[in-house]
């Protein structure tokens, strides 16, 4: 997450592209709403397995560059921080454990615990070492739950008054084309590192396009700040997750329980 301008007081980062899906607006609004009664537990995952094929790995595998799979995948953490709050404290275990003879020198099994604001807890797994692939972000509430599934793609709300579905994009039909390339995916899908020589796909370009649309509306005095998207444009919201982020490896390199205050 990188800082893209800075003009009339409004600072704008750039890596938030999961805040314009529409499932997760969809899920932010519902669980502000109330719709799940108070949220208990969050929890995420965004795992696969990546073969190594022998060729030099690039800079999303070097640690020197990416900071691993906890800062380059860092959105599920972004997503759970807006409905949840910056965690307090923070606990994370793992190591490179399937990948240890290769080049690529990331940690491949992160495990994290987090403790957030009113007594609400969450966990989140990310790795290129798990063969069950799995990539979502839930919440889990007194009186139901929301899930954003980004590999079975589509967005779940349970109730008492039963179990509803909504689109995680724009359409369908975008659903259903990210659905195709996560099971065509060798790695599940979760931890692919893209090809800059490849075009996006639909859904991908339509956040994009959300996004920049969103930004260049507040360059040119066109639209105001979305109270939602705040911490987008103050700055908050990067912040935070990289906080948060630097906590958990704190922890993992000092075997601890860190509190996020410590950092941000």
Not at 27 to 36: M, N, Y
Request: glycine fraction near 12%; hydrophobic fraction near 40%; charge should be negative.
């Amino acid at each position: 997450m990188v800082s893209v301008c800075e003009k009339a007081g409004v600072l704008f980062m750039a890596g938030h592209i999961m805040h314009f899906m529409d499932g997760v607006r969809a899920a932010r609004d519902l669980i502000a709403d109330g719709e799940i009664g108070r949220v208990l537990v969050a929890r995420g995952a965004r795992t696969g397995w990546v073969d190594d094929d022998g060729s030099v790995p690039g800079w999303k595998r070097r640690r020197e560059m990416s900071g691993g799979h906890l800062f380059h995948h860092i959105h599920e953490l972004d997503v759970i921080q807006l409905v949840m709050g910056r965690a307090e404290r923070v606990t994370m275990i793992g190591g490179n454990l399937a990948h240890q003879d290769v080049a690529a020198d990331e940690d491949d099994v992160l495990l994290a615990s987090l403790e957030f604001p009113g007594g609400a807890v969450g966990t989140m797994q990310w790795g290129s070492a798990f063969r069950v692939p799995e990539h979502y972000v839930e919440f889990l509430g007194t009186t139901g739950s929301v899930r954003i599934d980004l590999q079975a793609v589509g967005v779940e709300v349970r109730t008492a008054d039963g179990v509803r579905r909504l689109n995680l994009h724009r359409s369908a039909e975008e659903d259903a084309e990210r659905l195709a390339e996560y099971e065509a995916s060798r790695s599940g899908g979760g931890v692919d590192y893209g090809n800059p020589h490849m075009r996006p796909p639909r859904w991908l370009i339509g956040i994009m396009e959300r996004e920049l649309e969103y930004l260049h509306g507040l360059l040119r005095g066109e639209r105001e700040v979305d109270p939602v998207l705040a911490g987008l444009t103050d700055g908050s919201a990067a912040r935070d997750s990289i906080a948060t982020a630097h906590a958990l490896t704190l922890s993992l390199a000092e075997d601890r329980k860190v509190s996020v205050a410590e950092l941000a």
